[in-house]
């Protein structure tokens, strides 16, 4: 049976999903554990690939992960998608067949699986990890609660005559901002808090307390790391957390991984690095494959492909570093894209420019069609009415506003499975544009009782054999490699056993460069290369061409 994508799982429920799949399809897929969360789930990382064309490991790989941070279970239910994917559609599906006879997809549905449980399963919201961090227990001040039993944190408002909001006149549920020069004598005005109780209230300050979960796996990553002053949620040191932990080292043992999507949301984008450095810092052949693998994104998607530097940034002033997709590309050597999931905003009709301006400062015309398109496409439960409740601290508020997790974080349930799909067509373009090696052995007889066999390899994929400028300046990936194997009794007259034929350029070498065909002068061939070995003897010998990001490939004479 297959899953269903018009819920959110709970751990156990994903799990068992998981397990399901591999008993269906064994030879397409295999699930296990790379380590243990901070209260002691499995991280679960499911292998996808033809186990009768050849292990995972000497495949090209691709590597998508969901659910860095716990709220954002779309990215779970999105990689478990893609999975079930490409398990229904090998033999059906000509481009899955072709890619899981060729190469091999790592996929985890879920890196913060305590965190998203706490999400799904009680009112509470949070960034990562249900480890308290920076301080170990609450701190004096606000904390969310679901004070009316309703399932739901929302918020709070109180009429004060000092109030920063008052109700709009598009519609009485919206509240917006106080005009710098508005004082109209009986004029209702409000404070808004999150639903909650204040810690050690003394009936005056009403100051908001840090969250007690404070961990964000997404700047705890080795790349530039700062400690917790300089970047909130970084946690005591790079990659402190077992997940993340775990994650890197699973990729730094398995150097076939050639590309990278992690799954988050949400606004609708698909972001790329750098998270730090502006465009003209990134190698030309880089920047220019970043450019053409996201365009080919947008095409598929609608989602804009920007960078985290130029177009993503919370401060302007200051730069976000530790992010796992810097990590991926300038230190692991391969081009990582973060899928930011789902746009309330552009499904009611509202187009966003600048999503961290609008997030902070949205317009009351765009807030009314949040509104219109939650009582047209929800039928209106994704706002609860203002409704008055005694609270033990405040005396008389009112509580009500958006119910955030299912329309603003993550899709209502009956969208959820549309852009789980729209999205794993991006997935399956980027992987088919790996590096792959094509090979050809022929042999002669120069003299009598010689052999000569020559070797050669090409490739014909889209991405050279070390991915990336950035892996090939800093060699993280080592070159192509060929090695000859004699029988017994044979002897190597000419030709070294073990040959390194160099890194293999990709169709991707056009980037950056003049593509009028008319025009063109061509570029040389270094796509490919080859090797000739003499050798005396009878019986079969076997040839074995290694690449780390391309795979291995093994060759017999006739």
Known sequence: M??????????????????????????????????????????????????ET????????????????????????????????????????????????????????????????????????????????????????????????????LQMRVEDPDGEWRVSEGDERLLVPRAPDEDEPGATYYRLYREGLFKDYDGFDRKVARPLYGLDMNRQYPYHWQEEAEQGGAGPYPLSEPEARAQIDFLLAHKNIFGVHTYHTFCGAILRPYSNKPDDEIPEHDLAVYKA??????????????????????????????????????????????????SAARAAGVEVEDFIEFSRNPSEEALLKLLLWNDRELGGEGFVPWTPFEHPQLGRVEIGGWKTKFTIQNPPHHLLEAECEKLTHF??????????????????????????????V?????????????????????????????????????????????????RSALSGTWKNPASFGGLPSDHAARAVWVVRGEGVVEVEVRSEKAGTIRLKTG
Not at 306 to 330: P, Q
Not at 469 to 496: N, T
């Open 2 to 51: 297959r899953p269903r994508f018009d819920t959110y799982l709970r751990y156990e429920e994903l799990a068992e999903t998981l397990r399901g799949l591999e008993e269906e399809r064994p030879g397409l897929c295999r699930v296990y554990s790379i380590g243990e969360s901070y209260e002691g789930r499995e991280v679960l990382l499911a292998e996808v690939t033809n186990g």
């Open 54 to 153: 050849g292990p995972a490991e000497e495949k090209p790989a691709f590597w998508v992960d969901g659910n860095t941070h716990a709220g954002e279970v779309t990215g779970s239910m999105a990689a478990l998608y893609l999975v079930d994917y490409l398990l229904a559609g090998y033999g059906e599906n000509e481009q899955v067949t072709r890619l899981l006879d060729r190469q091999a997809f790592y996929v985890l549905p879920r890196l913060s699986p305590d965190g998203a449980e706490r999400y799904l399963t009680t009112p509470h919201t949070l960034r990562a990890t249900v480890k308290p961090w920076p301080e170990p227990e609450e701190e004096p001040g606000l904390h969310p609660e679901d004070l009316d039993g309703d399932g739901s944190i």
């Open 293 to 342: 693998l996201g365009d080919r994104g947008t095409e598929l998607t609608g989602y804009p492909n920007i960078s985290v530097y130029h177009d993503f940034r919370y401060d302007r002033k200051k730069l976000m570093t530790g992010a796992f997709d810097d990590w991926a590309y300038d230190y692991y050597g391969v081009f990582a894209f973060t899928i930011e999931f789902w």
């Open 427 to 456: 997935a399956l373009s980027h992987a088919a544009a790996a590096p792959r090696l094509e090979t050809e052995l022929e042999t002669g007889e120069p003299a009598p009782g010689l052999r000569k066999i020559e070797l050669r």
């Open 458 to 506: 090409r490739n014909a994929g889209y991405l050279p054999t070390n991915v990336s400028r950035v892996a090939a300046d800093k060699e993280l990936v080592k070159p192509v490699a060929a090695e000859i194997r004699l029988p017994e009794g044979a002897e190597l007259v000419s030709g070294e056993r073990e040959v390194e034929l160099g890194h293999l350029a990709g």
